[in-house]
């Protein structure tokens, strides 16, 4: 749980709305125990700050209920499952709006991205070389493959380097 504004203790006075709550949730003492061990209150002193702490979290679901949300999406790069505007609750994404509920967790968000349609396709890596850049290629190819003692990779990169005495 992340909460930025420019009070703290607007702030925490979210925090305790949310404890509120605790007696009439069906599962509280896992809430309870979420929010006494991964519960953060982060305050920040501007909004221009909030996607570099965003993208340092990598959180797995981000609510932003503030004002022009749309704007601050260019600026973020880390996040599982973005929630856009005051009216878009997480819920919304984890049973009805959105491709799916399938997104990285525990700031996997940094390199990895939902479960989509690509993860469902195979794909081929395609690779083409002229002479010429086979040969400058090759040059560079045998130095890392003779590195490694792989002799016949070496060696296949280097047949098709140009002689330049020639």
């Known amino acids: 749980v992340g909460i930025r504004t420019s009070s703290t203790s607007r702030g925490l006075g979210e925090v305790d709305k949310k404890e509120a709550l605790l007696p009439s949730l069906e599962r509280r003492d896992i809430v309870q125990q979420s929010i ?26 981000l609510e932003l209920s503030v004002e022009n949300a ?9 996040a599982g ?20 509920h399938v997104l990285p967790t525990s700031t996997t968000a940094r390199f990895a991205s939902p479960l989509g349609v690509y993860d469902f396709q195979k794909r081929s890596s395609i690779i083409g070389c002229s002479a010429e850049a086979a040969s400058t290629l090759g040059k560079i190819a045998s130095t890392m493959a003779r590195s490694e003692s792989l002799t016949a990779h070496a060696l296949s990169a280097e047949y098709r380097i140009i002689d330049d005495r020639s």
């Open 70 to 78: 749309e704007a601050m999406l260019p600026s973020i790069r880390h």
């Open 36 to 61: 006494q061990n991964r519960c953060a209150f982060i305050a920040i002193p501007s909004m221009d700050d909030a996607p570099d702490v965003i993208n340092q979290i990598a959180p797995e679901h």
């Open 81 to 100: 499952a973005i929630f856009v505007g005051r009216f878009t609750s997480e819920a919304l994404g984890d049973y009805c709006a959105g491709p799916n």
